[in-house]
């Protein structure tokens, strides 16, 4: 005869008093700081960068997110700081109170043009629309330094039925290395080897991917500002002439697979998911995903076959 | 953290050099054999194995010594034991010259080609060296031996330079300076039989510093006169006096003392040190460890006399950082020694042992219950990591990528705590200063140049090597105090600071060689370095290898270093070739906006003063127009 079971315990205990609240954040104190000659109010801990955006100036950025640790290594946001000897980066020196901010002085420009030449005259820049963009904006003429200026091109990395890796087309921000370290995936795949010119991205004695310690969430996809790192199917679709961006929609739902409620942006062409996406002020993602909810999405079109 | 490894295996000798260091891995989750009933039911992990991260580079440099490169099995148990991703490790040790993560021949021999040895025959000890071994990089004495064509050395007093390095179960290193083609190749043999000696040098101070014994030394007083192996003789010849007197003073007024002294940097940045040290020991009340680091990871081209004074006066370095960590409130320092300085790495870890065992560092210094001790950390052949941000992230264990300021060491430094960085030859000025009084301090030299220098005399002089001065001679004094003008006699230019400083003509010798007077004339006194050419020299070839280093040694991290580093060199190959794009002078203003960007816009000082040298002698000597 066995003892008479008693009832079972709550899986979660109830708590015996108030359930505690998190501490509402004490308010920042803001502190004022001149821009191009206009004050403006951010508060304190704030950068340059968030205080030129409040005031509609247009700041260029290519290794800065929101969602990532500012490593200020292309140095395109540079601003000119009165008094300090060199330009600072706008995108991680924090506002003090009293400096006096210059955006489009001859020093500021100069800087930020030949950054951009600096990186179209050595990397392929042909999916990079941003950059692009600034290059107009700026007047970059990479062609200055010659046809036989140093590049990094190199042949596409396809070792994996997931995503490529065009390293001929990176600028070294950085970024991917930050999603899959310490800023979002502690995986750890990949880092950034070798030295000056010659300094890449690569994974330990650069073995093939499979091989590697990558999980294939593609978090490195999501923050890749110039399509180093691309999709299988948008790389394959570009390689056939068939990728059209004003031909795509772009859906939002919630990922199928899990409890956790990842936000997707599904980007489909002629009724055909070509690739997902999350958006970075999702609450959830802050644009991270996993190999289900990035690359889960093949048996969509296995209708056709049955 | 779950580490995920290829199938690579170390080999026991791999294995057995990383454990000599490490000790025996405790359990199976640090790289030791699978014991199921205890590894099973424990996780031995987590932060504890994560904090010794910043035991990688000694690893990688035990593997490199006993194996000669870094294999992928190698890298896997390195990974393993300190429980740091593989391709991290990997990012860390290829960052390193030092370092071949390709199978390498044991024996290598780095032969500088650098400014300094270029005034002394490198260029034909390279052209004989390719004669008879073949071209750098290619294995020689049946894949026993490699040369190799290096940066400069540090041994410019001794040009032209080589050093020699053989792994194995007991690594030797050789300097070989001056070197010619049969003492080298004959060391190189000897290397590969096993029969280097086991002193990597045969110092002559007489010749490297020419001075030696003359009685208005100070900071060199000791170089030459003392047996730097034995702390006695230190002792008897005025050592730790200053640390004795810093107690009498306390914490306090040793740093006002140094406030007071108007000492600056000499490391080629001239902060004030006061300043430094106060910053970091304000910061007490709040609770953390503090360090200090001395910064001996001499690396600026023509530069040698941190070299210099740590083997021949060690203990004088230890007793001043032992002084700065009294007056900082830190426990621990650690000495960041350049990797290509084998001597210097020998002599001060025996001063570190022989100062413990009197009890000048460790728990209970000199019984005044001050806590101290000091630990060497060899660099990997990086001279960015003598950038103190990039310092800091090479001893950590990371990339020796130099870190955007603020904030500033002092304020987060080493593993993010307050720290004082200073150069070798800024602490032994300590002693000097806390003994005579910041005041008198003060009051040596010139204006707001207080105090001795150190002047590293190389290229085409009579006398080349290390000379103190108090601050104030000129150019001209200099260069007679090192017996005048050698090579053809004719003085064509002379190179102030390094690579990263400015050349200057025969016309300004009458330049003091103060902070003030250099930066009058648009120069630096950098890290002190006064390098003569005389008018046979070709400068264009010298602004082309200076161009090179600076492409060579970039760390890569931020665009306008990385690539403004190569499109200068390109530029000026261009026009040495006479092959421009457009113009002379559209080449000309493309080289003035390259280096105004990297000036302008580079994280750290490699970068802001990498077109400082091309551009001064552009101007001066209107090259190329």
């Not at chain 2, 052209?127 to 190799?148: D, F, N, R, V, Y």
Request: aromatic share 6%; glycine share 10%.
């Amino acid at each position: 005869m066995s003892e008479p079971s008693q009832a079972p315990s709550p899986l979660i205990p109830v708590p015996r008093a108030p359930v505690p609240q998190i501490p509402a954040a004490a308010p920042r104190r803001e502190i004022e700081i001149t821009i191009d000659g206009k004050r403006v109010a951010v508060p304190e801990g704030a950068t340059i960068l968030e205080a030129t955006r409040k005031l509609g100036i247009d700041t260029p950025t290519l290794c800065f997110l929101e969602t990532l640790t500012p490593v200020n290594a292309c140095r395109v946001c540079v601003v000119e700081l009165e008094g300090s000897r060199t330009l600072v980066p706008a995108c991680s020196r924090k506002a003090e109170a009293g400096m006096a901010v210059h955006t489009e002085s001859e020093r500021v420009l100069l800087s930020r043009r030949l950054v951009l030449d600096f990186l179209a005259s050595s990397v392929d820049v042909s999916t990079a629309p941003t950059l692009r963009a600034y290059m107009e904006q700026y007047g970059a003429r990479p062609d200055r330094f010659g046809a036989r200026a140093q590049t990094v091109a190199q042949a596409p990395k396809i070792d994996n039925e997931l995503y490529m890796r065009d390293y001929s087309k990176c600028i070294l921000c950085y970024k991917c290395v930050e999603a899959c370290g310490v800023d979002a995936q502690n995986t750890f795949a990949i880092s950034v080897a070798g030295r000056g010119f010659s300094a890449h991205i690569s994974t330990e004695f650069d073995i093939p991917l499979p091989q590697s310690a990558c999980v294939y969430c593609g978090n490195c996809i999501g923050v890749c500002p110039t399509g180093a790192l691309m999709f299988k199917t948008e790389y394959d679709r570009r390689a056939a002439g068939t990728w059209d961006e004003t031909q795509q929609t772009q859906t939002d739902t919630i990922c199928p697979y899990c409890g956790v409620g990842c936000e997707l942006t599904v980007h489909a062409q002629e009724g055909q998911i070509v690739k997902v996406s999350s958006p970075l002020d999702h609450s959830v993602t802050q644009g991270n995903l996993c190999i289900k909810g990035r690359f889960g999405w093949q048996f969509t079109d296995s209708r056709a076959a049955t | 953290m779950d580490l995920h490894l290829t199938a690579a295996a170390a080999s026991a000798e791999e294995q057995a050099a990383i454990d000599a260091l490490l000790g025996e891995p405790e359990s199976s989750w640090d790289g030791g054999a699978r014991q199921i009933e205890r590894d099973g039911r424990a996780v031995f992990g987590g932060g504890t194995a994560r904090s010794r991260r910043h035991l990688l580079l000694p690893v990688l440099h035990a593997i490199q010594e006993r194996i000669g490169w870094i294999s992928p099995g190698a890298l896997n148990y390195a990974s393993v034991r300190l429980n740091v991703a593989p391709a991290e490790v990997h990012g860390v040790a290829s960052f390193y010259g030092m370092f071949s993560l390709s199978p390498r021949p044991p024996v290598t021999a780095h032969v500088c080609d650098d400014i300094a040895c270029m005034t002394r025959g490198a260029g034909a000890l390279c052209a004989e060296l390719e004669h008879k071994l073949g071209p750098a990089g290619s294995p020689s004495e049946g894949g026993q031996t490699i040369w190799q064509r290096s940066a400069c050395l540090g041994l410019c007093e001794r040009a032209p330079a080589a050093l020699i390095s053989a792994a194995g179960t007991t690594a030797r290193e050789r300097v070989v300076a001056p070197a010619a083609t049969e003492n080298l190749i004959s060391t190189m043999q000897d290397a590969v039989n096993g029969r280097l000696p086991a002193e990597p040098d045969t110092l002559s101070t007489k010749l490297s510093v020419p001075q030696a014994g003359q009685a208005q030394l100070r900071l060199l007083r000791r170089a030459g006169q003392v047996d730097p192996s034995s702390i006695e003789d230190y002792l008897q010849r005025g050592g730790y006096e200053a640390l004795r007197r810093s107690f009498e003073l306390g914490a306090e007024r040793v740093i006002q003392e140094v406030i007071d002294s108007k000492l600056l940097g000499r490391g080629g940045a001239a902060f004030p040190t006061g300043k430094k040290w106060e910053a970091v020991h304000l910061q007490r009340h709040l609770g953390y460890p503090h360090y200090v680091i001395c910064n001996a990871d001499e690396s600026e081209p023509g530069t040698f006399k941190d070299r210099i004074v740590m083997e021949g006066d060690p203990f004088a370095v230890l007793e001043g950082m032992t002084i700065a960590g009294f007056a900082v409130g830190a426990q621990k320092g650690y000495v960041y020694v350049r990797g290509e300085y084998p001597l210097a790495t020998e002599r001060l870890n025996h001063a570190i042992r022989a100062a413990r065992a009197q009890k000048l560092l460790g728990q209970d210094i000199l019984g005044r219950g001050l806590r101290f001790d000091v630990e060497l950390r060899r660099g990997a052949g990086a001279y960015i990591c003598g950038e103190e941000t990039a310092l800091l992230n090479s001893i950590e264990g990371y990339r020796g990528e130099p870190r955007n300021k603020p904030p500033f060491p002092t304020q987060s430094g080493l593993f993010h705590l307050p720290t004082v960085v200073n150069n070798v030859e800024t602490l032994i000025n300590i002693p000097e200063i806390i003994l005579g009084g910041g005041a008198a301090y003060a009051r040596i030299g010139k204006g707001n140049s207080a105090g001795y220098r150190l002047f590293c005399v190389s290229g085409h002089v009579v006398r080349p090597g290390v000379y103190e001065t108090p601050y104030g001679p000129t150019i001209r004094n200099v260069i007679d105090m090192a017996g005048g003008v050698g090579g053809t006699g004719r003085l064509q230019a002379v190179l102030l600071g390094g690579a990263a400083g400015s050349f200057v003509s025969p016309m300004e010798l009458d330049t003091p060689l103060t902070f003030e007077g250099t930066r009058a004339i648009g120069a630096t006194l950098g890290s002190g370095v006064v390098l003569l050419f005389d008018d046979s020299t070709d400068l264009q070839q010298v602004l082309l290898r200076i161009a090179a280093f600076f492409r060579d040694e970039t760390c890569g991290q931020c665009v306008p270093c990385r690539v403004g580093s190569v499109r200068q060199e390109e530029v000026l190959q261009r026009l040495v070739r006479r092959q421009t794009i457009g113009s002379v002078a559209e080449e000309r203003n493309t080289l003035q906006e390259i280096a105004q960007a990297m000036r302008d816009a580079s994280i750290c000082g490699l970068g802001q003063t990498a077109s400082g040298a091309i551009l001064s002698a552009m101007n001066r000597w209107s090259l190329f127009s």
